[in-house]
T-cell receptor, first 116, second 113 residues
């Protein structure tokens, strides 16, 4: 039972480079999320998805794009990385409210990204 | 929008003593308050939660209290053990609106042997 798996675990980019972070969940969850975690600022929502083929902006969406082509996968893209995007990125997933389950979010182990 | 403040940012307690972490929220419409524990190198994990129709909830050594009037809620850990060392996050949201969950800035709890 893998839960939520994030790849890669670590990455170093140069300013202007692009990359994609992959999140995969095996719990058949409807909702998926991308957060960034910065020192002293807790977790801030970047984008989220309430189902396959849907995405929506969170609190800090600028500079990021996402796609949810398959229910189990949620991709986070950085088109032109900037030093301000140096952070730890977490993916999470949860059941939908319609399932009757409280919206407990299950987190992956994180991706540590440095942009030089 | 919702704003969640969490205190203290760091906390060190002697093993066996109690630890208390406090959070305040701004949006009176929030009705669901989860607490997450993040161990080193791992993602956050839900440890306990409380809804606004309940004043207190316990689960073994951990408990959460909620004061809706004052808009603050607290996490209490009794008989602390080394494995309690971690970063703890409080959060506030509307139940069943998980996309709107707002996290506090975190408390790094250290347990001294």
């Amino acid at each position: 039972n893998a839960g939520v798996t994030q790849t890669p675990k670590f990455r170093v980019l140069k300013t202007g480079q692009s990359m994609t972070l992959l999140c995969a969940q095996d719990m058949n969850h409807e909702y998926m999320y991308w957060y960034r975690q910065d020192p002293g600022m807790g977790l801030r929502l970047i984008h989220y998805s309430v189902g396959e083929g849907t995405t929506a902006k969170g609190e800090v969406p600028d500079g990021y794009n996402v796609s949810r082509l398959k229910k189990q996968n949620f991709l986070l893209g950085l088109e032109s990385a900037a030093p301000s995007q140096t952070s730890v990125y977490f993916c999470a997933s949860s059941y939908s409210p319609a399932s009757g389950s409280v919206d407990i979010q299950y987190f992956g182990a994180g991706t540590r990204l440095s942009v030089l | 929008g919702e704003n969640v403040e969490q205190h203290p940012s760091t906390l060190s307690v002697q093993e066996g003593d109690s630890a208390v972490i406090k959070c305040t929220y701004s949006d009176s419409a929030s009705n669901y308050f989860p607490w997450y524990k993040q161990e080193l190198g791992k993602g956050p994990q839900l440890i306990i939660d409380i809804r606004s129709n309940v004043g207190e909830k316990k689960d073994q050594r951990i408990a959460v209290t909620l004061n809706k009037t004052a808009k603050h809620f607290s996490l209490h850990i009794t008989e602390t053990q080394p494995e309690d060392s971690a970063v703890y996050f409080c959060a506030a949201t509307l139940y069943s609106s998980a996309s709107k969950i707002i996290f506090g800035s975190g408390t790094r709890l250290s347990i001294r042997p």
